[in-house]
């Protein structure tokens, strides 16, 4: 009966001891995933480079780039004129900027 | 068996060589073309070879001129070449240059497009003459290719592209030589092609200012129809301007660059 009640208490204690875990885990997960969604690595023009929630158009501007002297590439799609200010950069893309200066 | 002299098919036997045709034919002849290259010593002919006699100084009829053109064009190259279809945005610097080696290499149909008239500050490296100074820049090309290659197909027009016209302008060629002045008409004919008009290659030029090293210009394939020539940064400004010798190695990279997708050669 003594044992009984043992294992019932263990048993107990065990899924609450899993449960606290699996809560544990969630979380870090959740807070790791955070902190990741904020840094983002992204290729462009084969180099790596980090940004926080950037869109075409603040990476031109990072870059010093006028968005009318440019062809921009992303995963080698070309992306429209229009669509730089909208366009947020997902981790891992790759991007190639192509600038173009006058004379001809 | 069938050679053809003159581009005109005629029997001879077997065994026969060059020179005795020459003999026969046109013994004043100085100069000898065998299947496109030029010979000095004797060779026996086989089927099908293509022999041209030309007596230097003597002026052709226009249509004897065609066939001694045609006899410096690679045999099986030059059927390619008159095939195909050509369009240049911009006869300054770059379109001028390259559409006139376009011309000489026999491309059957051009598509030349310019808004502007030729001005003296053209002439540093632009392919126009004294008396073209004021002529629309379509004119000009029009009648320097006329006294180059009058076979050539030529439809000029005067225009200022844009993204709206830009597809309705080049709906009837292949290739675009993109062949501005100004940046941004550089990245707006681009973008447009790329994106509305992808069947179709943009040969695209940046970066040809100054008399910074001939090896820094380079041809770029950036993807399956986009290939961008120059150095990439050489700008035209204050204290660089655009000379003939860079420009026009650019525009002949992008008129080589063409002649290889003609020829199915794709890669740079």
């Known amino acids: 009966m003594l ?95 192509i600038s173009l200066v006058g004379g001809g | 068996m069938e050679i053809f002299l003159n581009e005109k098919s005629i029997a001879v036997d077997k065994g026969t060589t060059i020179f005795s045709i020459k003999k026969d034919f046109k013994p004043d002849a100085d100069i000898i073309i065998h299947n496109g290259f030029i010979i000095s010593e004797d060779v026996i002919l086989k089927e099908h070879d293509r022999v041209t006699l030309i007596k230097k100084g003597e002026i052709p009829s226009k249509k004897e001129l065609e066939a001694l053109m045609i006899s410096r064009h690679t ?28 011309a000489r290499i026999g491309v059957g149909y051009l598509k030349l497009v310019d808004f502007d008239v030729v001005e003296p500050s053209n002439l540093n490296r632009q392919q126009y003459f004294v008396k073209h100074l004021g002529m629309k820049k379509t004119d000009a090309i029009k009648d320097l290719i006329s006294q180059i290659n009058p076979f050539v197909k030529i439809e000029a027009e005067n225009a200022y592209i ?35 008009m992808s069947e179709k290659t943009i040969v695209a030029a940046s970066g040809m200012a100054g008399y910074f090293s001939n090896n820094t210009i380079t041809t770029k394939k950036i993807r399956e129809n986009f290939y961008l020539i120059g150095d990439g940064i050489s700008e035209a400004k204050p204290g660089c301007g655009l000379m003939a010798p860079r420009v026009s190695i650019a525009a002949n990279h992008q008129a080589n660059t063409v002649l290889r997708i003609i020829m199915g050669e794709k890669d740079v």
């Open chain 1, 3 to 97: 044992m009984f009640n043992l294992n019932f208490e263990n048993q107990i204690l065990q899924r609450f001891y899993k449960q606290f875990k699996l809560y544990i885990n969630l979380n870090l997960f959740n807070f790791n995933y955070i902190i990741n969604e904020r840094r983002i690595s992204v290729i462009v023009n084969g180099k790596e480079m980090e940004f926080e929630n950037i869109t075409i158009l603040k990476l031109l501007k990072n870059l010093n780039l006028d968005m009318d002297k440019v062809v921009v590439e992303v995963n080698f799609e070309i992306i429209s004129r229009e669509n730089y200010q909208n366009f947020m950069l997902d981790k891992e893309d790759k991007i190639e900027i």
């Open chain 2, 75 to 102: 045999p099986g190259v030059h059927e390619k070449i008159k095939n195909a279809k050509v369009g240049i945005a911009g006869l300054g610097g770059l379109g001028s240059n390259a559409s006139i080696s376009l």
């Open chain 2, 162 to 196: 844009d993204r709206n016209n830009v597809e309705k302008i080049f709906s009837d060629v292949d290739i675009i030589v993109e062949a501005f002045d100004n940046p941004m008409s550089k990245a707006e004919l681009i973008n447009t092609v790329l994106q509305k």
